[in-house]
């Protein structure tokens, strides 16, 4: 099929890359014929549908790579949200634990000083004797 330039809308229109298009009798189809001179779009055209593959499958990949690590961090902030509560119960009880503490020692230093008034008390009444 040669490049013509007919005035008529019957005539090929013929592109630089090898398609021509033809109308038809009806105007929404468009026919689309491929040179055999440039057969080579077809690897072109196989090896974009494998690259598409291999970069559909990294995506993929990709994917469950992000679900697995969003699964990893969130399970992380779950330890941490436990431990963050064990550690202000912990505080608590030490809290607790060190007032009652406090106040027993002042126990025993108050009971010490009475035991030992009393004892200074008892030596001083004996020796008055």
């Known amino acids: 099929m040669a490049s013509s330039s007919h005035r008529g809308g019957a005539a090929p229109y013929r592109?630089?890359?090898?398609?021509?298009t033809r109308s038809g009798t009806n105007t929404d189809e468009i026919q689309l014929r491929i040179d055999p001179m440039h057969s080579d779009l077809d690897d072109h055209i196989s090896g974009l549908h494998s690259q598409v593959r291999m970069l559909r499958n990294v995506a993929q990949e990709i994917e469950s790579e992000a679900k697995y690590q969003n699964d990893a961090i969130t399970q992380l902030q779950m330890m941490l949200i436990k431990a963050q509560a064990g550690v202000k119960n912990n505080v608590r009880k030490l809290n607790k634990s060190i007032i009652q503490q406090g106040?027993?020692?002042?126990?025993?230093?108050?009971?010490?000083?009475?035991?030992l008034f009393f004892i200074v008390y008892l030596l001083s009444k004996m020796s008055h004797r």
Do not use: C, D, P, Q
Request: no cysteine.
């Open 15 to 20: 592109s630089r890359e090898g398609l021509s």
């Open 103 to 115: 106040n027993s020692h002042i126990m025993h230093v108050v009971l010490f000083a009475l035991v």
